[in-house]
């Protein structure tokens, strides 16, 4: 079972945020919409439904994105 998380951990710190400009400019718009009114999770669901990108992928990305907006 040690392994196993192990291999969860390295495969977790591999995954990197999308690059911006995969993103339209409507959807980042749409995103900031989302943070600005705290609904992460949903922005998550719009970045995967835009873009096609996995969850981990796309949680990364919108963490990515500074609070401060």
Same mark, same amino acid.
């Given at each position: 079972?040690?392994?196993?998380?192990?291999?969860?951990?390295? +495969? #977790?710190? *591999?995954?990197?945020?999308? %690059?911006?400009?995969? =993103?339209? @400019?409507?959807?980042? +718009? #749409?995103? *900031?919409?989302?943070?600005? %009114?705290?609904?992460? =999770?949903? @922005?998550?669901?719009?970045? #995967?439904?835009?873009?096609?990108?996995?969850?981990?992928?796309?949680?990364?990305?919108?963490?990515?994105?500074?609070?401060?907006?």
């Amino acid at each position: 079972m040690v392994l196993a998380w192990g291999r969860l951990a390295r +495969a #977790r710190d *591999r995954i990197q945020p999308i %690059d911006p400009a995969r =993103i339209p @400019a409507d959807v980042q +718009a #749409r995103i *900031r919409d989302l943070l600005r %009114d705290h609904r992460k =999770i949903e @922005a998550i669901k719009l970045l #995967r439904e835009e873009t096609g990108c996995g969850l981990a992928e796309a949680k990364k990305t919108i963490d990515a994105i500074p609070q401060s907006i």
